[in-house]
């Protein structure tokens, strides 16, 4: 079968699962459009971090496995931005303190980095570099630990942070999200200075030295979001972010909503939820197609067959008088960038930043397996293969459920075999994810759609 007539049907096959999920309640599907908008959903939020990825590795072969880092920035973006100050933060000196010390520690670095250029090799300079350190730290620890402790002194139950930018909280902004809407591209800018500091350290490194650098990095990210509660209230969460769509209570407190939900059979509270969902949909889905249209164009710009022929041979290309450096970092910045946008919008989809939520195996692994199955240096591959993976892993629970209740029906309900079997249907996802790679590694190494 020729691709051009295997992308559509693929395509097709994966738009039948959600409906089935939606209209059919037998086997393993729910019959529930809440449920299957739900899905959805997280897959087109999956198929931008598939595209950010796929950027990386199947346009210049960057082998970074620290996505879970970028998409945990995206989401401190979202709170920085929509939540409003947390009262007394300023006043008080906290918040002030806090910015100073950053600003005192990146000081500290840039004057240790032009001493390192400036001088001359010898004891001048090591001590001159060792003084500038030594104080640069003790300064920056002495005004940030002060702004910290009164931050975090401030209402730890309900506050406890330096809260966001916007002015008018959740209220002044309920009815149309405007802030949460643009804390998504902040957040991909945010991303992006993060993978420009590490691009600028990690890039020069051998590609499986790479991925231990960028998944220590994506570590240390998410250990700071836990520890440091002054930013985003570390373990203890930051809930009710304020959102672009209605609020389901609202919108069954209207009586024309009610009554238009009643036309389609639906009762206020089913109607609501949908509704909400449908509106994230859109958003999402104008999203995801604005950046493969871009992806897209930049594929097959001189610039994406340039970074193909380093990807493929980068002393070729250097010799030819490529930056390969250069462009790898931008490529980076970019695919980063990507993840940092679909990181935002998750957050805003939960309403709520929850740090320990923010797993590789979720965010590193189930990517990588959607890049790798879909087709890498594929941007439709990439995005089939998230919408594909991310239903196999919500659905392969319940069906590794009644997997078992069929292969033990005629055993006991208190038989040890069949109560092993049936607490053991959650690894039915780790057995399925290795299964279809396998598979699919095995009969299509290049992917159900692989790159032209």
Known sequence: MSQSMRTPLLFAFVAVLFILEGTTSAWIFSGSWN?????LNMALISAIMALGVNLQWGYAGLFNVGIMGFVALGGLATVLVSLPPTPGAWTAGGAPRILLALVLGAATVIASVLVQSRLPKGRARELSTLAILVGGFF????????GVGVVEAIKPANFGNIGGINPGGVDGFRDWGIITLLAWPLGGVLAAGAAWVIGKTALGLRSDYLAI?????????????????WLARGVKNVIGLP?????EVDLQNSASFVERAASFGLDATTGSTIYVKLAYMVLFTLVLLALLWLAERALKSPWGRMMRAIRDNEIAAEAMGKDVTARHLQIFILGSAICGIAGAMMTTLDSQLTPGAYQPLRFTFLIWVMVIIGGSGNNFGSILGAFLIWWLWVQVEPLGLWLTQILTSGLADDNW??????????HMRLFTMGLALLLVLRFSPRGLIPEK
């Open 213 to 229: 650098a960028t998944l220590g990095i994506a570590e240390i990210i998410i250990s700071v979001l836990k520890n440091e509660d």
């Open 35 to 39: 449920t299957a908008l739900g899905i």
């Open 243 to 247: 959102r672009p769509v209605p609020y």
């Open 417 to 426: 075999f069949r109560v092993a079997m049936q607490d053991s249907a959650a």
């Open 139 to 146: 300064l920056y620890r002495w005004v940030f630990d002060g």
